[in-house]
């Protein structure tokens, strides 16, 4: 079996099996329940210490349905390589050090059909914006599939046709791994995605990769979400500067819930 190895741990999140456990268990215990059947979630993809506290209200809502969420299609920004479309990988799981998440292989040929995408390990290799969601996906779900997307420069429109194709029911949750803001000071940042993440609750597709760095995905999700008649929920908004950063230079993060 080929597998896509942790690039991360030990940077973003603690890479000893134990201690990742305590810590993601502590994020979660710390977010405040909400009674919200998500068809999809936005999440952050920082460090656990910056983007943690935010990340874990989107995924505390999935605990009660984790014998019941059997597939992921997990989709976020590429940092590492310049990447036109998306990009699926050739592995047949992804590992953490909590374990291997399998690849749904038929989800991956289905998308593979699709305009845009194509196969490309190397913007898998070294990104993260996929992998800090896993031990978080690990901890609330039983076991479950993952579809990996990573989106480049790409036409909303794309993305949701991608979206749409990998819909199915309840079994399959849609998880966009996205920041919002970054580097403006603390009360500009907060004025800043103030205002998109009200954009984001009005399912306007429009957001900016200034405005969220995970902006194509973003834009895609929520043109899927305005034609299924979901609602956006905001769970939690703050930025670096309100957890383990100062407040010269910060990163905006937001949770939300689609059902």
Request: net charge negative.
């Given at each position: 079996?080929?597998?896509?190895?942790?690039a991360v741990a030990g940077l973003f999140y603690p890479a000893e099996t134990r201690h990742l456990e305590r810590t993601v268990a502590a994020l979660l215990a710390a977010a405040p329940a909400h009674d919200i059947h998500a068809k999809a979630i936005i999440a952050p993809?920082?460090?656990?210490?910056?983007s943690g506290p935010t990340a874990a209200h989107a995924y505390r809502l999935l605990e009660a349905r984790r014998a019941v969420i059997r597939r992921v299609v997990l989709l976020g920004p590429a940092h590492r390589v310049y990447l036109e479309?998306?990009?699926?990988?050739?592995?047949?799981?992804?590992?953490?050090?909590?374990?291997?998440?399998?690849?749904?292989?038929?989800?991956v040929r289905q998308a593979l059909a699709l305009p845009g995408m194509q196969v490309s390990d190397d913007a898998h290799a070294?990104?993260?914006?996929?992998?800090?969601?896993?031990p978080f996906l690990q901890t609330v779900l039983d076991d479950f599939k993952l579809v990996p997307i990573v989106?480049?420069?790409?036409p909303a429109h794309e993305v949701e046709v991608v979206i749409e194709a990998l819909w199915g029911g309840?079994?399959?949750?849609?998880v966009v791994s996205s920041d919002l803001s970054h580097y403006h000071a603390?009360?500009?940042?907060?004025?800043?995605?103030?205002?998109?993440?009200a954009r984001i609750e009005a399912l306007e597709t429009t957001i900016a990769s200034d405005e969220a760095c995970g902006a194509h995905a973003l834009n895609g999700l929520l043109l899927a979400a305005k034609a299924k008649?979901?609602?956006?929920?905001?769970?939690?908004?703050?930025?670096s500067g309100d957890t383990a950063g100062d407040r010269h230079r910060v990163v905006g993060y937001g949770a939300y819930a689609l059902g």
């Open positions: 079996m080929s597998t896509r190895p942790a993809h920082a460090g656990y210490p910056y479309g998306m990009a699926l990988p050739s592995v047949d799981a992804f590992t953490t050090p909590l374990g291997d998440v399998p690849v749904d292989k038929g989800a070294f990104e993260h914006s996929l992998e800090v969601h896993l989106v480049g420069a790409c309840d079994e399959t949750l849609i603390y009360a500009d940042a907060r004025d800043i995605d103030a205002s998109t993440s008649g979901l609602e956006v929920h905001a769970l939690d908004l703050r930025n």
